[in-house]
Every structure is written in structure tokens, then in C-alpha cells.
């Protein structure tokens, strides 16, 4: 026993070297300096376009003829468990879909200017998530819990990786929604508050000549603004030092210091007045429908030329709504109309600027929606099998990856669940999920938690 006390003592003047150690170090290098991959990442940045409220992938990447064939018939297919008010009849696709490109992957005439990109994409028919409202499947996509507060995407990205641009956000959710999870699917739960999101607009809002909320524009000769920043910075590092660390203080410091720094850099960023007229009719801006959508996803090729490391384009609640519990036809046709032309333009203005290979795409949404009707012309809820895509340098192009069943019932081959997916996107940026984790209330936490299996299949 008393070998035992001189241990403790001597465990406790050690753990003090080491936190003082580590509050000089953090000090030292800003906790969103570039980090050191786990192997070598095959890309650099991700922009995730995100629709909300359910795009349907029966009627847009993943075509059912039975399903056509079987209208308004009762399903031969029991139906899952985990919907709100579907019925028994199932509803055939009001679009026919046709192949494009040398792939002949077919695709619904929802998205003609996507379709025409297709060679591009590799389609993923096998989704998969666990929740069947929005606030749950949402959250579950967007952090990997639809139940408890835990990191976001993006969040984790910026903890194992860093920024390589210090004068803007490493993480920007443009235009996100305010419901459904609202800042927690951009947020850090318990990471380092430093690793947190910024937005740009709520989704409440026309998305025109939107801003970072908080920053005026930067005058070179406000020396006075300047000391008082350097000020600030010196006397919060100083009690740094002396207390030993504190995630809040560390933060704040850090958000100070990238406040007066963006003050140089992002209103160039944001401003799309220097682009060409070309790149305003590639996108549609400046006609309707296309306009807002469009200005998203030329402010996210802007800030992935500028090394943004996680950019979020929201297509968003309330405002635009792919919640079509009925008039199916008619919803999906006036939203697809606003985001098909600007996402094709992403993808080939990524690719012509040089982006393209060291960039992940992904097109992105909560859950489809069910093969039999809800009501006479809407479709419900299904996390139990739905369609996203990816696409860039990494992954193959022209490639279907997973299969549904003949109505698009449930996943028949290559599953992935959200844990797979988010598994593989951090293995293309260089991080192993199993090895990316955070300590916490005595634990070891992670993206995947105790999931997750990467898609090799995919990757080109």
C-alpha cells in the first residue's frame, strides 16, 4: 500500500507535465492546422448537395418496370413495418426513364442534365437508414445517430484532418434548414467547439447574395481593430497557458483569429460578380427556375477552389420541399426543375477548373419514398432502400453499385447503410473509421460507432 500512494503521486505529477505540454502545443498550432492522414487520401474536399424531405428513387435513378406493370394492383410484397399511412396499391412512376451515355444507365425524365452526366456518376441504389421520420433519417445521415447528439460529418472531417485554408471555415453548410435537426446536422456535440460548421443563409430565405452572419468588410487601415484583436488574442492565450486548457476558451480564440482573417478573404469569396456570363447561363443564374439553386453551387465550386474541406448545399425545408405525401407529380417535377441544370454545371464546371479528381461529390437525401401510394397520387417515407450517388476522380464512373428489389421495396444486393456510406467517404479522404475517434464521458467514440464497412467496389 504504501509503494501504491508514491505511484499516485507520482501519475499525478506526471498528468500535470503532460496537459501543461499539451496546452503549449495547442497554442502553438491552431487545432485546425492540416493533419496527417491515416493512408493516403484519394481526395481533398467533399461537396455534399443535399434535397430535403425524401427524393424518390423509384422515380429518378432507379427504374421499376414491374412496378408500372402492377399499378394499382396490391403489392406481392409485404410491406415494411416503419411507414406512416402508405397503402397497399402500388403507384407507377408518372416519368419514363431512358439510358444515357456509353454506361446506358438509365435515368427518370425528371433529371435530363444530370442524366447526360451520367458516365460521370456511380449510382447507389442500395441505401439504407433506420429511421422513418425526417428529424431521425436527417440526423442519422448528417452526423450517424438519429437519436443521440453526436458529431456531424463535416465536424469529424475538420478534427482528423484540418483545414488547408486558415482564412476560411473548413466546414460551410450553405443554406441549411433549420428544422428536422437543424444546426446539430452541421454541429460538433462534443468534439472541440472549433470543428463547428459555419452557414451561410437558414433555408428561410431566398438564397441571393447571402453572407457569413457577423462580418463587415475589412479595412486595411483600421489599425485600431487590428490591436484590439491582437490584444484579445494575447490575453486569452495567456490564461490558456495558466489554466491548463479549456475546449471553450480554445475555440473562441480560434474564432476570433479566423474572423479577422476571413474579414480579408471571404467577401471575395462569396462575391459571384466577377464570374462570366457563361457561367451564369451554365448554371441558370438569372433565370427561373434554376437562379437560387444555381448561386449554391457556384458558391460551392468557389469555395472548393479555395480548399474549403466540407461543403454542405442544402435544397431545403421549408422552402423547397421533396416531401411529396401527394402530388407527387407535380412536386417533384417543379423541384427537380430547380436543382437538375445546377447540378450538372457543378459537375462539369468541377471538372473543366481541374477539381475534379481531388474532389468527392455526392448527391444526397434523407430516404426515398414507397412504391405503393399514399392516398391516390403521394408516396411515404422508406429508409429501407433509396439512391444517392457520388462522383469525381475517386470513384468509378458509369457504375451502378447495389441493387433493389423489382419494386424497389427493399435492398437485394451490396447493401450499405448510412455507416457503410459514411465509412467510405472518410476512406477516400484518407481517414480509417475505426481508427477516427474522440474520447468522451469514458469511452471511445466514432462516425460509424461500432459499424461500418467501406465499398471498395466503387472506387475507381
Not at 445517430?145 to 458529431?151: A, E, L, M, T
Not at 452557414?199 to 430565405?205: E, L, Q, R, V
Request: charge should be neutral; aromatic fraction near 8%; proline fraction near 5%.
Amino acid at each position: 500500500m504504501a509503494c501504491g500512494f508514491g505511484q499516485i503521486a507520482l501519475w499525478g505529477m506526471l498528468a500535470s507535465d503532460a496537459e501543461a505540454q499539451r496546452a503549449a502545443s495547442t497554442v502553438a498550432q491552431s487545432p485546425l492546422s492540416p493533419q496527417t492522414c491515416h493512408h493516403r487520401p484519394r481526395v481533398k474536399r467533399v461537396i455534399f448537395l443535399f434535397l430535403h424531405g425524401g427524393l424518390s428513387h423509384i422515380d429518378s435513378f432507379d427504374p421499376k418496370p414491374k412496378l408500372t406493370e402492377l399499378d394499382g394492383r396490391e403489392s406481392p410484397i409485404k410491406k415494411p413495418e416503419f411507414n406512416f399511412s402508405s397503402t397497399d396499391k402500388l403507384l407507377k412512376s408518372p416519368w419514363q426513364f431512358k439510358p444515357y451515355g456509353q454506361s446506358g444507365i438509365e435515368v427518370s425524365k425528371l433529371f435530363p442534365y444530370i442524366g447526360s452526366c451520367i458516365d460521370s456518376l456511380c449510382v447507389i441504389r442500395s441505401m439504407s437508414a433506420d429511421f422513418v421520420a425526417h428529424g431521425g433519417a436527417c440526423l442519422q445521415l448528417n452526423t450517424g445517430d438519429g437519436i443521440f447528439v453526436r458529431p456531424s460529418l463535416g465536424a469529424w472531417l475538420l478534427y482528423g484532418l484540418g483545414s488547408e485554408n486558415q482564412n476560411l471555415p473548413g466546414f460551410i453548410s450553405i443554406n441549411p434548414s433549420t428544422r428536422h435537426g437543424g444546426a446539430q446536422n452541421f454541429g460538433t456535440a462534443f468534439l472541440p467547439a472549433v470543428y463547428q460548421g459555419t452557414s451561410i443563409g437558414d433555408g428561410t430565405a431566398k438564397f441571393v447574395d447571402q453572407g457569413f452572419d457577423n462580418l463587415g468588410e475589412w479595412k486595411p487601415t483600421s489599425k485600431l481593430q487590428r490591436q484590439k484583436l491582437d490584444l484579445l488574442v494575447q490575453r486569452n492565450r495567456r490564461h490558456l497557458l495558466a489554466s491548463g486548457g479549456d475546449q471553450r476558451l480554445e475555440a473562441r480564440i480560434a474564432a476570433f483569429e479566423l474572423a479577422a482573417r476571413m474579414q480579408v478573404e471571404a467577401p471575395e469569396a462569396l462575391n459571384l460578380s466577377g464570374e462570366t456570363q457563361e457561367t451564369f447561363d451554365l448554371y441558370g443564374i438569372g433565370t427561373e427556375p434554376t437562379d437560387e439553386f444555381g448561386r449554391e453551387c457556384l458558391l460551392a465550386r468557389r469555395l472548393a477552389e479555395r480548399d474549403v474541406r466540407f461543403i454542405q448545399v442544402s435544397h431545403s425545408i421549408p422552402r423547397n420541399n421533396w416531401d411529396q405525401h401527394s402530388n407527387l407529380k407535380s412536386g417533384h417535377e417543379s423541384n427537380a426543375a430547380k436543382v437538375d441544370q445546377p447540378i450538372a454545371a457543378l459537375l462539369r464546371d468541377l471538372q473543366r477548373r481541374g477539381l475534379w479528381d481531388d474532389t468527392l461529390i455526392i448527391l444526397g437525401t434523407e430516404f426515398g419514398r414507397t412504391p405503393a401510394a399514399q392516398g391516390k397520387n403521394g408516396r411515404d417515407h422508406h429508409p429501407h432502400a433509396f439512391t444517392m450517388w457520388m462522383a469525381g476522380g475517386a470513384v468509378r464512373g458509369g457504375m451502378i453499385y447495389g441493387a433493389t428489389d423489382e419494386l424497389g421495396y427493399y435492398v437485394t444486393e451490396d447493401k450499405m447503410h448510412i455507416h457503410d456510406f459514411h465509412a467510405t467517404i472518410l476512406q477516400l479522404l484518407g481517414l480509417d473509421h475505426t481508427r477516427l475517434t474522440y474520447h468522451y464521458g469514458g469511452r471511445e467514440y466514432r462516425l460509424t460507432d461500432v459499424h461500418g464497412e467501406v465499398a471498395h467496389k466503387l472506387f475507381s
